[in-house]
């Protein structure tokens, strides 16, 4: 089993038993969405994975047609899945039905799906919700009762979380709507999450067609901050967030791990956005953000890069205190790198990098300095999807710090502490493998850092 087929959303992230587990959406037989399995990969470390056999199939009368989005829980030692069983009930882009359903298995390989089946189904939707959009169970434990927070809408025009409580995984009441949004964000919310973090609550939703200015993407991953209340099924929003500004980063999901650290990872994709792979003849599309530790610092929320990553970096090199004006090439470039910098803005106007460089390639992340504004921008990234992305960011002591995560067909910046990030896809040629530094005005590179990352994923 190597690279092969689709795969859309993270689901069922976990760590059992000492290792971590992440499912994800997946069409085994093409690199295609089509019928929703769960494929299943296990690390030790959140870098390398190794794949294992297909976890759920759409083979019931409830999940015919897709194993859709889910999460998982341990109880009493064995490993359950929460999950969509997806129906379609006629050819009309709304004729479908969803229900809630579970998996269990007792070493976390092989998933019996359970005869009760569904757990949730269609009657347990309040009124004021979409009967057909009832989806992703995101699954928590909180005293004595297991909950579940599901993506709903209220027909149409809000997207929703409808909250369930059980005293044992199969016995689903509804508690309220948790939240809505208020006209602002979308029209329907797909792939709750819910959990603390440092001392407040935070629900996670990915908003389907969100206008206006709000949120860059027309579907967007969005933090939303502030307090639950379970018994009565309440959130009361402070604040929100976009998790990620760039073009490429949805259907997160969160879990918390032994370390305590709350962990995040995406589909580094977006819906409605071109797929090149998928014709590209190598038989899989998609792929996974690099998992992420999320913090809250102010009230916002900020993204750390896991620190197992740093195991990989190979062939460091080092610059120091380089006076900048003008345009210059490293001597080193690649195409899967870490590279930390530290700009000095002095007298510049706009300064920043051009990644994955060749003649007629370039991928630019430029930090503008009269608009506070840094870019990523991919319209000459090769073949892929174009564009640009700007996320407002103040600079600290007149300094930019970087963090950027190179890799084949993407690039992660995370900026100032991650305070910000910016996730996007770009499909360079394999020789478009050169790094500049630019400045248009003096500037001074304090420090820049480089490392090849060298990763194997065993299949
Ligand atoms: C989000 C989503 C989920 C759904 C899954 C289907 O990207 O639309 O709501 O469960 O993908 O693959």
Known sequence: MGEYGWINDPNGFIQYRGRYHLFYQHYPYGPVWGPMHWGHAVSEDLVTWSYLPVALAPDRAYDQDGCFSGSA????GRLYLLYTGHVLTGSGPDEY???????CSDEGFVFAKLPVNPVIDIAQIPPNASKQDFRDPKVFQSGAHYYLVIGSNDCRRDGQVLLYRSPDLLNWEFVNVLAK???RLGSNWECPDLFRLGGRDVLLVSAQH????????????VALTGKADLAKGVFETDDFQALDDGFDFYAPQTTLDDKGRRLVVAWMDMWESAEPTRTWGHHWAGAMTLPREMILKDGRLCFKPIREIEKYRRNPSAWHDVGLDGEIELETGGDSYELQVTFEAGTAVEFGLKLRANETEETVLAYDRAQKMFRLNRDRSGRGPKGERRSAADLADNRLELRIFVDRCSVEVFIGEGVKVMTARIYPGRRATRVKLFSKGPCTVRSLRKWDIVTRTIG
């Open 210 to 221: 969100v206008g206006g200015d709000a949120l860059h993407n027309l579907h967007s991953a």
């Open 97 to 103: 039905r969803q229900t809630q359903n579970v998996a």
């Open 73 to 76: 829980i341990e109880k009493d």
């Open 181 to 183: 949004g208020e006209g």
